[in-house]
């Protein structure tokens, strides 16, 4: 170690002008970092949103990173004289040396010029789905949901995911610009049930439980329409009828908000469970083996002996 301190000091007291660059890069890096432990603290007494808090601390961390990137660029490579050379030789020699890293700050810059997702959006990329709650120059992070957990809500598991998969992966963002997502239900009935009031109960129940979100989606709608080819002409839920092998198929299909979307389907399906058990000739359809004897029920200009 002594050893060491030695080859040091001699390295600085043969070279002076090392020794001024290093004084002066660590004067640069002390000095940044002051201003934005100060920057930050001003900010804290005069922003209560947290959101706002949080962006507010990753900008100036980004803005005194890259000031402090040119000036100690500057301070190590006077002798190149011109920036414009010094940043064409680093930014060529961090694309060949470091790939990944590079398309990681493309991927980041592409995220903040762009902005397909912000922290708080729910989004899927590729198999992954989460709320987004941090992005930084190398990678974002997301608090996965679904997986093994039934429905959209959290794993608990924290994801990391390199910026530049946005280049390769399709991305789905289910809160930006329209807030609100289609979801649908299917209730299926038997044959032999009155589907025509089931079919009412449904709808009765899911205007009542959805007709908060339509005035918010058609403001949602609006909004969007400026940025996108959004062209919705009915945003009130309906119930479409389908038949299947087992029954009558009644398809709720109706606008939820994509944190809440089980909530609300739990709340419609305890409403239709309480209605259609008020109802004796409604009843819930279910793969069964039925034997059918088309002479004495089936219709009679149908059955396989019509009668004369």
């Known amino acids: 170690m002594e050893s060491l301190q030695d080859q040091i000091a001699d390295v600085i007291s043969n070279s002076p002008s090392l020794a001024l660059q290093i004084v002066e890069t660590l004067a640069v890096i002390f000095l940044l970092w002051g201003l934005r432990l100060l920057a930050v603290r001003l900010v804290q007494k005069n922003v209560e949103d947290r959101r706002t808090l949080y962006k507010w601390k990753k900008n100036l961390t980004y803005i005194a990173f890259f000031v402090g990137l040119l000036v100690i660029g500057q301070i190590w490579f006077a002798a190149i004289g011109s920036l414009g050379t010094f940043l064409g030789l680093l930014s060529a020699g961090l694309a060949i040396a470091l790939k990944d890293p590079v398309s990681d700050m493309a991927g980041w810059l592409f995220i903040i010029w762009r902005t397909p997702f912000d922290v708080g959006d729910r989004i899927q990329i590729g198999d992954t789905k989460g709320d987004i709650i941090d992005i930084r120059v190398f990678k974002f992070t997301i608090l996965e949901i679904g997986n093994w957990v039934d429905a959209d809500q959290s794993t608990g598991r924290v994801i990391h995911i390199p910026n530049h998969m946005i280049f390769n992966q399709n991305i789905a963002n289910y809160t930006a610009d329209f807030e609100f997502v289609w979801n649908e239900i299917s209730v299926l009935v038997t044959f032999e049930s009155d589907w025509k009031k089931a079919k009412n109960i449904l709808q009765q129940t899911i205007d009542d439980k959805t ?64 209605e259609f058990a008020n109802h004796d000739d409604i009843d819930f359809a279910y793969p069964t083996i039925r034997y059918f004897d088309n002479t004495t029920e089936g219709k009679p200009g149908a059955s396989a002996n019509p009668k004369s």
């Open 211 to 274: 007709k908060e979100f339509v005035e918010k989606a058609r403001e949602e709608v609006k909004r969007a329409e400026k940025s996108y080819l959004i062209q919705y002409r009915y945003l009130t839920p309906i119930v479409y009828t389908d038949v299947k092998n087992s029954g009558i198929n009644l398809t709720v299909r109706y606008l939820s908000n994509p944190r809440t979307r089980r909530s609300t389907a739990q709340a419609l399906w305890e409403s239709v469970l309480d």
